[in-house]
Nanobody, 124 residues
Framework: VQLQASGGGLVQAGGSLRLSCAAS????????MGWFRQAPGKEREFVAG????????TNADSVKGRFTISRDNAKNKGYLQMNSLKPEDTAVYYC??????????????????WGQGTLVTVSS
């Protein structure tokens, strides 16, 4: 199983980015996906996720109304659309997948497979 995250970069505050996570070596439609981020000196934080059936959730405290998660099973890809970015969104963003994970456990960071991370830098 391989996960390839992409789409990170440098953006000004208020701007947008769309992260992609391409999955291979698995039947993507049967897996839950989570997006996490880790800023320098901070613990890894759940951002958003969806179950294999499409139920989704976001970390309301930090990204409420700004980030949207989606998936395209035909392309074996998951996406994280990030709007109205803030400097505090600066972090390495990781995608992860896990088989059979349900909605109530999306926030746990014990996913089976992880991508390599993509850096998002938001300038003020």
């Amino acid at each position: 199983v391989q996960l390839q995250a992409s789409g990170g970069g440098l953006v000004q505050a208020g701007g947008s980015l769309r992260l992609s996570c391409a999955a291979s070596g698995l039947t993507f439609s049967r897996y839950a996906m989570g997006w996490f981020r880790q800023a320098p000196g901070k613990e890894r934080e759940f951002v958003a996720g969806f179950t294999w059936s499409g139920s989704s959730m976001t970390n309301a405290d930090s990204v409420k109304g700004r980030f949207t998660i989606s998936r395209d099973n035909a392309k074996n890809k998951g996406y994280l659309q990030m709007n109205s970015l803030k400097p505090e969104d600066t972090a390495v963003y990781y995608c992860a997948v896990d088989y059979g994970r349900i909605l109530s456990t999306l926030q746990r960071d014990d996913y089976e497979y992880w991508g390599q991370g993509t850096l998002v830098t938001v300038s003020s």
